[in-house]
Every structure is written in C-alpha cells, then in structure tokens.
C-alpha cells in the first residue's frame, strides 16, 4: 500500500509516475549541516560568507552581498530546469538523474534553482548555500545530497564599464562565439569573464592558500555562455572544484533586468571541505559520532583542522548477481534500492561482472556492495542479514531474477 500523497512539513504532493523519492531520502530534509554549528560544512559555509562580505564592500564599507542558506529545498521543476533555459530532452531532467516529488515538484539538483527568482526580486549580488539531491553512482565522494554555494552578481553598465573614459555599450546584436553571447559586446562579455575568474581566484587562494596549483577548462552549461570550470591540483591530481560562467541573458530578461548583465558561479562544499580538513569520505559528514563532531567544535572558519580518522574499520563485501528483466533495469535504481536497504553502513557498489547468455540471450549482471561502519567493525553475520534483504528488495523492485 502506498499513499497517494507525500506528505513533507505539513505540505502534501500528489504521487504521479514522476514520484520517485523515498523515506530513506525524505529523511536528509532538515539536517542543515550547513547550519550546524561547529560543523565542518558550517565552517566552511562562514569561511566563504566572510570572503565574499570582505571582497565586496560597499562605498560605506558594507557588503553588497546578500546571504540565502535557508531556501526551501523543494522547488519547482520551473526553477530547476526551465527558468535556467535546460532544454526538455536534457539528461539532467530524467528520473535516474534527481528526486522528483510530482511531474511538478522536486528536490533541488542545485542552488542555481533560485537564480531567477532572486534576480526578479532585484538583487543584484547574492550567494544561496543549501543542500542539494542527485541520484548518483555510491562511493567515498559521491552521496544522494550535498550541498553547495552558488554566487551571482549583476552589472549595470556604469557598474562594469569606465564610461567618462570608455566609449563602449554593454549590448550589440552581434553574433555568439565561444566568447561571447550574441547580445554582449566583446569587451563587455571580456569584463565579466576577467571580474568571475578574479573572484574565484582569490576566493581559491583564500581557502587553500596562495600555493595552490589552479587551472581553468571550458565547459558546457544551459544557463552561462562562457562557461568554465575551475579546477585545483591535488596529490598530483586535478580536482573540479566549481562551474561558472557569463549569464545567459534570456534569463535577465525573463526576470525583468534586461539592462543588466552579470556572472554567476557554483561549488560544492564536501569537495572542498574533505580537501581543506583532510576528510577521507563523504559519509562522515552526516555522522553524529562525536569522535568526528568534535574535531571541529569550537573552531573558527579559518582555522587549520585536521581530521584524525579514530580508527580504520576493516570492508567486507558480497556480491549479488542476477538476469536482468526484459527491458534492462537503470543501475541508479539498484544503488538507490542498496542505499535504501543498506544505509550508511553501503560504502561502494560496483558493477563488476556483465555477460549475455549465447542461448538464452538473457543478460546477467553482478554488482558488488562493498560494507563498511564508520565507526566500528561490522560482523560477517549482520552484513549477511542485511546483503539478503536488499537481494529480496532487488528482487521485488527490479523484476530481476536471482542466481
Ligand atoms: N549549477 C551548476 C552545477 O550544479 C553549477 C553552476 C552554477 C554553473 C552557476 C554555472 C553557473 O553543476
């Protein structure tokens, strides 16, 4: 039996064949850790506000920035797609990507979500932070939510150009290169690049430390156009830490400030914060073990921490192989119905045996769930009982055949 509605906060949503978020999911909604003080996302989220406060003052000495880290989680599918022009087709929209509630409603995939809307209600320098939903792959760096910063700032064009000096408009009906967007002038579009890339620079150089190896790639995004990444050397490795890029000007224009013009960007904060304090996985930061919580009470935003694992608990794992259904099964289904089942003590699934039988052309998979407790060793018997219900749960949800 199931509800026809999801009821969250008082609110209900109807089901529909978009509803795909579940209790296991549904329970991350008011953690806030980005909110909890002395916690390594919260300091990190006080480190990057007195940045953006101190980079950006006023004539007054004020910041121009406005903060939003208390924004609703569940937006419309309007604000995370449409109002940032994602086309209809675009992987980012289907089911195995994110959380819907309803055809209507879903569980942030990212702060961008609220661009438009904060843009249409006149602001012009802002940052969002909260926590955001992805079906994804399981591993020490991926989790189903996360949560990140997003910075926007809008120009009027006295604001971005010397105009005593500079005979130079913010627009022209040119043509869209890899530069530039059809509407801004070069030097305009050159303006807002060099203004982004000096903000992050800096904002990179005041978390990790002058020394910090960085480079920037282009990129692809719906909404900017440049669009770059910025990545940062680590351990011999490059690291994407941000995407940003120049605002698609449709969306300006859609929230009523078709004058201005402006640069918007996006990180995540697990990335950089298990960098800054050495935090080997994702999972520990939704520990309420006070061997990790209390490494961190107390501290100030810029202070140097680093994490000392208590103890490294050994990995145990099984495998599960079955035949696939006819019609072939999503495998972020099968690491949702593992995380589900499993919980936090599901460290990694990995897909690691495929094969077609030559008769039967049935098609048989074997994903390994690898198990470790964060803070002790687990017992061969209790992962058995808890590696049996998520085959059965498989079994159940998928239609797949055992073997
Ligand atoms: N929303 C993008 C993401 O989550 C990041 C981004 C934000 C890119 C703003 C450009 C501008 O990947």
């Known amino acids: 039996f199931t509800a026809s509605t999801v009821d969250i906060d008082g609110r209900k949503f109807n089901r529909d064949k978009w509803t795909n978020v579940n209790p296991n999911i549904l329970k991350y909604l008011n953690r806030n850790l980005h909110l909890k003080p002395g916690h390594p996302l919260c300091l990190l989220r006080e480190n990057i506000i007195s940045f953006m406060y101190k980079s950006f003052p006023n004539h007054a000495g004020n910041p121009i920035f406005s903060v939003f880290d208390r924004l609703n989680p569940i937006v419309t599918t309007k604000q995370n797609f449409d109002s940032l022009l994602i086309p209809q087709d675009h992987p980012s929209r289907t089911l195995s990507d994110c959380y819907y509630l309803n055809k209507d409603f879903i569980l942030r995939g990212h702060t961008s979500s609220h661009q438009e809307e904060l843009i249409a209600s006149g602001l012009d320098s802002f940052v969002v932070m909260g926590d955001v939903y992805r079906r994804?792959?399981?591993?020490?760096?991926?989790?189903?939510?996360?949560h990140q910063a997003e910075g926007v700032r809008l120009f009027a064009k006295h604001q971005l150009h010397d105009i005593d000096k500079e005979k130079v408009e913010l627009f022209e009906n040119g043509k869209r290169t890899p530069h530039k967007q059809e509407?801004?002038?070069e030097l305009t579009s050159d303006k807002l690049q060099h203004e982004l890339k000096t903000c992050l620079t800096?904002?990179?150089h005041h978390l990790f430390g002058n020394d910090v190896e960085t480079r920037w790639t282009e990129t692809y995004f719906p909404f900017t156009h440049p669009s770059f990444e910025l990545e940062v050397k680590f351990q011999d490795k490059w690291l994407e830490l941000l995407g940003c890029g120049v605002i698609e000007q449709q969306i300006l224009y859609n929230a009523g400030v078709p004058d201005k013009v402006g640069w918007a960007f996006g990180l995540?904060?697990?990335?950089?914060?298990?960098?800054?304090?050495?935090?080997?996985?994702?999972?520990?930061?939704?520990?309420?073990?006070?061997?990790f919580l209390s490494q961190f009470q107390g501290a100030t935003p810029n202070q140097k921490i680093t994490y000392k694992s208590?103890?490294?608990?050994?990995?145990?794992?099984?495998?599960?192989?079955?035949?696939?259904?006819?019609?072939?099964?999503?495998?972020?289904d099968v690491y949702e119905i593992v995380r589900g089942v499993g919980g936090d003590i599901v460290e990694q699934v990995r897909l690691v045996d495929e094969f077609l039988h030559p008769k039967t052309k049935k098609r048989s998979q074997c994903f390994r769930i690898i198990y470790r407790h964060m803070e002790r060793t687990l017992t061969q018997a209790e992962v058995g009982k808890v590696h049996e219900r998520i085959k059965a749960q498989l079994a159940a949800d998928l239609g797949v055949t055992l073997r």
């Not at 994804?136 to 996360?146: L, R, T, W």
């Not at 080997?280 to 061997?291: A, C, E, K, Q, T």
């Not at 599960?320 to 072939?328: A, H």
């Open 136 to 146: 994804d792959e399981i591993d020490a760096s991926h989790f189903p939510v996360f």
């Open 183 to 185: 509407h801004h002038t």
């Open 202 to 204: 800096k904002l990179v």
């Open 268 to 291: 995540g904060l697990e990335r950089i914060a298990m960098r800054l304090y050495e935090i080997p996985d994702i999972r520990l930061f939704w520990s309420n073990d006070s061997g």
């Open 310 to 332: 208590v103890s490294q608990y050994p990995q145990c794992f099984n495998d599960v192989s079955f035949w696939l259904p006819e019609g072939g099964i999503n495998s972020s």
